[in-house]
């Protein structure tokens, strides 16, 4: 069985076809097309995300306990009840979306300061960038690296 989390951000066909999809259609489906390779990371995860990240952030809790969640998000109390809903607890934290990312990247940092860890990032291909950048400065650099844009401003067709 497959599953999907997609956020419906209004503004895409894809959006626009996970907005009305209904029970009982019968849909094509290609891929899954290269993603993140969540197997093995070496000690705890730092996980930097938004909404497009849900679906990966439910995939590496299958992976390892020992994760740290932080989200941005345009609307953070919809997002943390839909975490909840999915059973994503612990180590959650939902910012709201900021064009400086000042709280996003504290967060971030605050979460990294336990242990060398391994930093997964994805969804906003400019967070991506800023919290790569952040993250050389850390106290605690991460050992390992993985990020990947889902999305960038302006840009359509993202996979
Ligand atoms: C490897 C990979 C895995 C992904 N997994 C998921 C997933 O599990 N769930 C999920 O929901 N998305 C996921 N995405 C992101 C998704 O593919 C993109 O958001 C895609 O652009 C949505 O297509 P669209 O047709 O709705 O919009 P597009 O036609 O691609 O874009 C239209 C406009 O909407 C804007 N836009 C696109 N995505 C977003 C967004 N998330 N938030 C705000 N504005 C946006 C674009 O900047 C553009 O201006 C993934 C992307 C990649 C590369």
Known sequence: MTELIAFTHGDGP???WFGRVAVGDVCEVLG?????DLRGPAGPVVFVGDESSVALACALRTVTGDVS??????????????LAGLGVTGRVTVVA??????????????????APSTLVVTGDAATVHAVRRDSRAWPR??????GKAYWAEGRTGLD
């Open 97 to 114: 979306k900021a064009h400086d990312r000042v709280e996003l990247l504290g967060q971030a940092r605050e979460a990294a300061a336990q």
């Open 69 to 82: 969640l932080v989200f941005e998000a345009r609307d953070p109390a919809r997002l943390a009840d839909v």
């Open 14 to 16: 894809a959006s626009e």
């Open 141 to 146: 650099t991460p050992g390992q690296v993985k």
């Open 32 to 36: 899954p097309r290269r993603s993140i």
